[in-house]
């Protein structure tokens, strides 16, 4: 809770062109915005949000093939900020070893399609020895069986990440693929893959900080139960339908236009650019109106059940 997240979609470049992301994800027509737009924009949220750490979160694409990426990085840690991505883990091991002085988390996700599940492992192992590493492993159905075996052989050899084997919908948000009732099972109890104890992050390197983690699920009779995004996505209770939502208060996110929205969800809609003059963030939470949430940010959002 100590933190505000900016969840940043900057541009469509990627070297990966898997068949279950959209095409507008990796069509490359989208090459960053400026470089001193996006300064100043980070700083506005840094200089608004002086109560809280400000954690920015970039995706794409494959932001590491962004011309800026270092200078943007090395600016938001000399500005307080904290900085991570989500990347599909493809860059040599020089470049990772070169640059993980700059990164404070790293979401890996491992692509089954284009991936090298060897090469994957190895860069998984480098960054942890010095950042907060979390893992998504996309599980295609019909390479299931290799994905979970590269999942427990993560787990089991690499202290101190979190992993997530992330079931697949149609272009992101459609209906889920089509899992036997085997793999629905291993989807639906993963919680041993999942870091359920903060020491399990404790690092003889480094305190490693944590952005994605469990939720605790408080029900009317104050029992509590601790769950994790891709197990509410899995046993399909992502739906908050009515309830009111604290994205915008808790999180934000940019769209590679350089838009300002809640949530991925769209709820709210647009309610500013990173070019505003006198760009303004939300300060009341907003009541749900879509049937299901997906995005692992959105989700992670305080929510409330409104009488």
């Given at each position: 809770?100590?933190?505000f997240v ?6 469509t470049?990627?070297n990966?062109?898997c ?10 027509k989208?090459?960053g915005?400026d470089?001193?737009?996006?300064k100043?924009?980070?700083?506005n949220i840094?200089?608004?949000?002086k109560?809280?750490?400000v954690?920015?979160?970039f995706t794409g ?11 943007l990085f090395?600016f938001l ?6 900085a ?5 883990g493809s860059?040599?091991i020089?470049?990772w070893?070169?640059?993980?002085h700059?990164?404070?988390?790293i ?6 399609e284009q991936?090298d599940p060897?090469h994957?492992f ?5 960054l942890n020895?010095v ?5 998504n492993?996309?599980m295609?159905?019909e ?5 979970y075996e590269?999942s427990q052989?993560?787990?089991?050899q690499?202290e101190?990440?979190?992993l997530a ?9 459609g209906?889920m693929f089509k899992?036997t009732?085997e ?7 993963q ?7 903060l020491?399990?992050f404790?690092?003889p390197k480094?305190i490693k ?5 469990e939720?605790?699920?408080?029900y009317a ?7 994790n995004?891709p197990?509410l996505?899995?046993?399909q209770?992502?739906n ?5 939502c ?7 996110v940019?769209?590679y236009?350089?838009?300002?929205l809640?949530?991925?969800c769209?709820?709210g809609?647009?309610?500013g650019n ?8 939300p300060e ?11 995005c692992?940010l ?10």
């Amino acid at each position: 809770k100590q933190y505000f997240v900016v969840n940043w979609c900057f541009f469509t470049i990627c070297n990966f062109s898997c068949s279950y992301c959209p095409a507008d994800l990796h069509d490359g027509k989208h090459r960053g915005l400026d470089i001193e737009v996006v300064k100043k924009f980070c700083l506005n949220i840094i200089e608004t949000k002086k109560d809280k750490k400000v954690f920015f979160e970039f995706t794409g694409g494959e932001m590491t093939y962004y011309r800026s990426f270092v200078e943007l990085f090395t600016f938001l840690k000399e500005n307080g900020a904290e900085a991570g991505l989500i990347s599909n883990g493809s860059r040599t091991i020089e470049f990772w070893d070169n640059h993980k002085h700059l990164i404070d988390h790293i979401c890996l996700s491992f692509h089954p399609e284009q991936g090298d599940p060897d090469h994957f492992f190895n860069v998984v192992k480098l960054l942890n020895e010095v950042t907060t590493v979390h893992v998504n492993i996309m599980m295609l159905p019909e390479k299931f069986d290799m994905l979970y075996e590269l999942s427990q052989k993560i787990s089991s050899q690499i202290e101190g990440i979190s992993l997530a084997m992330q079931p697949l919908f149609e272009n992101m948000s459609g209906g889920m693929f089509k899992y036997t009732e085997e793999q629905k099972k291993i989807l639906d109890h993963q919680t041993l893959t999942w870091a359920t104890d903060l020491k399990f992050f404790q690092s003889p390197k480094k305190i490693k900080k944590v952005y994605r983690g469990e939720m605790k699920k408080v029900y009317a009779s104050s029992q509590e139960v601790l769950i994790n995004p891709p197990e509410l996505v899995a046993r399909q209770e992502n739906n908050w339908f009515g309830w009111s939502c604290h994205i915008g208060i808790e999180n934000i996110v940019v769209d590679y236009h350089g838009n300002v929205l809640r949530g991925w969800c769209r709820v709210g809609g647009v309610f500013g650019n990173i070019e505003d003059q006198n760009f303004k963030l939300p300060e009341k939470p907003i009541i749900c109106n879509v049937k299901n949430c997906y995005c692992g940010l959105d989700i992670m959002a305080t929510k409330v059940k409104n009488e």
